[in-house]
C-alpha cells in the first residue's frame, strides 16, 4: 500500500482501515481480472457494461478526496479500485446546464442550455446523439433511475428504460416529483422527527430528520430498484448502460436518524479562515453537518448498488463512474453557500473511474478534467465510434493508465452573467490557477491554489502575476474560439 500513499494527494484519508481494507481486498481480486483490455487502445475482448452514477451537488468533501471528517466508506472503495480525478470540474455551476454539456458532450458554449429552461431537444441540441442514446445505438440497454437529465426533464430517445421513483397510484404511470414534495407526495410528512428551515447568503431551504429506513425515500428506492435491474441484466446477459441519478447531498437535507447522528454539529471543522462575520456559526454547523449526513447517506446507497455488482460477478466487466453535477460550498468563502458560481468549491467535483483489471487502482490524477471528458472516455473505454454529433472533450483513458502523464492542462467552465442574459463569463483551471473574464474580456480573478485553496487573495491586478494572467487569458480565449 505504500505506493498507494506516494501517489495520494491527502494521505490521512487512506489512513483509514475501511478504505486499507477495500483496497487490499480490490487489488487481490484484480490481479486475476479477466477483462482488462479495456485500457489497452484496442475493443474490449468483451463488451464493457458501464454503471454510471450521478449525485446531485456532491462536492469533493469525501473521506477519498481528503475530507476526514465524512464517513464515505463506499466511495472510499471505489476509489481504491479506480484512479479518482483530484481536479475535476464542471461545465458550468448548475444542475440543468451542467448535465445538458456532459450528456451531450458539448459544452454550454455550444449546446445553448444556461438555465433551468430547455427540453432535451431545443435548439442546437435537436439531433445531437446524448452520451446514453449512443449506448442504446450501440446494442446497450441503456437504463434510467431518476435525476439523469434533471426531475421532469427527460430525452426518451436516450433510454431503453426510464424511471422515476414514484408511481402515480391512480394512473400506475411513474411521475416526475420535485424533491420539495417528496415527503408530502410518500405520505412520509409524519415520520419527521425534527426539522429546520435555514436562510443564508446563497442559499435557503429545510433538513428534516426522519424516523424512516433508506427505502422509504426515493434515493433508497433508486439504489433498490438499480439493484433488481442488475439481477435482470445478470440473468438476461444484458450488455447495459445504468445511469442511477441520486438526489442529495442536493437540498432539502431529508434523510433518516441515524446519518445525521454521525455528525454532531458543535464537532464539525469550518473551513480555516472563513469569515464569521454576519451569519450565525452555529447555522453554519449545522448546514456543514446536514450535508455531509446527507453525503453519507447516498454513500450507503452506492454501496448497495457496488455490492451487487459484487455478488452477481458483473465486477469483472462493468465500468462505474461516479461523479456530482456540480460542486457546492459550504460558506468558505465569502460566507456563501450552495452553487451557481465559478468560485472553486462551486464547480469542483468529485470524479471516480473504476475500470476492471487497472494497474493504477487507487490512484489519484491531478491534472484538471472536466465532466464533458466523461463522453469520449467511455466511447474509448468501451470501444464505440465518435458519435455523429461529435465530442467537445478529451478521453481520459491516457491519464487512466498514466495518472501523472501531462493531459490537455486546463478545464475551462461558464456561467450566465445574469437572468435573461445570453452572454457568458467563462474560467479556465490549470492545476495551479484559475483565471475568470467576462464575456467582453473584463478580467475578473486570478487564483493561486498553490498558496491560496480557499480563494482569499484576487491576483488579477498584481503586477507580479501579469504575465501568468496574460498567458492563461490567451488560453482561455483560444480554447472558447475552438467550441463555437
Ligand atoms: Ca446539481
Not at 402515480?168 to 416526475?176: C, M, Q
Not at 435555514?198 to 428506492?221: C, H, T
Not at 453525503?295 to 456530482?324: E, P, S
Not at 480563494?455 to 483560444?478: C, I, M, T, W, Y
Amino acid at each position: 500500500m505504500e505506493n498507494q500513499h506516494a501517489r495520494c494527494n491527502h494521505p490521512q484519508s487512506l489512513t483509514r482501515r475501511d478504505l486499507l481494507t477495500l483496497g487490499a481486498a480490490g487489488l487481490a481480486g484484480w490481479a486475476l481480472a479477466p477483462y482488462a483490455r479495456a485500457l489497452s487502445g484496442s475493443p474490449p475482448a468483451r463488451r464493457m457494461n458501464v454503471l454510471f452514477i450521478s449525485v446531485d451537488d456532491l462536492n469533493p468533501s469525501l473521506g477519498c478526496f481528503g475530507n476526514p471528517d465524512v464517513q464515505t466508506p463506499n466511495m472510499d472503495g471505489l476509489a481504491a479500485r479506480g484512479v479518482r480525478f483530484t481536479r475535476a470540474y464542471s461545465q458550468w455551476p448548475s444542475c440543468l446546464p451542467s448535465r445538458a454539456s456532459f450528456l451531450s458532450g458539448w459544452y454550454p458554449a455550444k449546446t445553448g442550455v444556461h438555465d433551468f429552461s430547455p427540453a432535451s431537444r431545443d435548439g442546437a441540441l435537436k439531433d445531437v446523439t446524448y452520451l446514453p442514446q449512443h449506448f442504446k445505438n450501440n446494442g446497450y440497454y441503456t437504463a434510467r433511475e431518476d435525476k439523469i437529465f434533471h426531475i421532469g426533464k427527460d430525452d426518451p430517445a436516450s433510454w431503453t428504460l426510464s424511471e422515476e421513483p414514484w408511481k402515480d397510484p391512480e394512473s400506475g404511470r411513474f411521475k416526475p416529483i420535485w424533491t420539495g414534495i417528496e415527503l408530502k407526495t410518500l405520505g412520509l410528512e409524519p415520520h419527521v422527527l425534527t426539522g429546520g428551515q435555514y436562510e443564508v447568503k446563497g442559499e435557503k431551504g429545510l433538513y428534516s430528520v426522519m424516523d424512516v429506513e433508506d427505502d422509504a425515500l426515493f434515493d433508497g428506492r433508486t439504489a433498490a430498484r438499480g439493484v433488481e435491474l442488475l439481477e435482470q441484466f445478470k440473468r438476461d446477459g444484458t450488455a447495459f448502460f445504468l445511469a442511477l441519478g441520486f438526489r442529495r447531498p442536493h437540498q432539502p437535507w431529508t434523510v433518516p436518524k441515524k446519518y445525521f447522528d454521525l455528525y454532531p454539529p458543535d464537532k464539525i471543522t469550518l473551513a480555516p479562515g472563513s469569515t464569521p462575520a454576519g451569519q450565525n456559526e452555529q447555522v453554519r454547523r449545522e448546514m456543514t453537518a446536514h450535508y455531509y449526513a446527507s453525503t453519507t447517506f447516498i454513500d450507503v446507497q452506492i454501496g448497495k448498488v457496488i455490492d451487487a455488482l459484487d455478488r452477481l460477478g458483473l465486477r469483472g466487466n462493468t465500468i462505474v463512474v461516479l461523479f456530482g453535477d456540480q460542486g457546492y460550498c459550504l460558506g468558505e468563502r465569502d460566507n456563501h453557500y450552495g452553487k451557481g458560481t465559478l468560485w472553486e468549491r462551486s464547480y469542483h467535483v468529485p470524479l471516480i473511474i473504476d475500470v476492471p483489471g487497472t494497474k493504477n487502482a487507487g490512484a489519484a490524477c491531478g491534472q484538471p478534467v472536466g465532466l464533458i471528458d466523461m463522453y469520449p472516455t467511455l466511447n474509448a473505454l468501451c470501444g464505440l465510434p465518435a458519435p455523429a454529433s461529435g465530442t467537445q472533450g478529451d478521453s481520459l483513458v491516457p491519464l487512466l493508465e498514466s495518472p501523472k502523464a501531462a493531459g490537455r492542462g486546463y478545464t475551462i467552465s461558464f456561467n450566465s452573467e445574469g437572468k435573461g442574459k445570453a452572454t457568458l463569463s467563462r474560467t479556465i483551471r490549470t492545476a495551479q490557477y484559475r483565471y475568470a473574464e467576462k464575456s467582453d474580456g473584463t478580467p475578473v480573478e486570478l487564483i493561486d491554489y498553490d498558496t491560496d485553496p480557499y480563494e482569499r487573495n484576487n491576483l488579477v491586478d498584481d503586477p507580479a502575476h501579469a504575465q501568468v494572467r496574460a498567458g492563461l487569458q490567451k488560453q482561455l480565449r483560444s480554447a472558447v474560439a475552438a467550441q463555437l
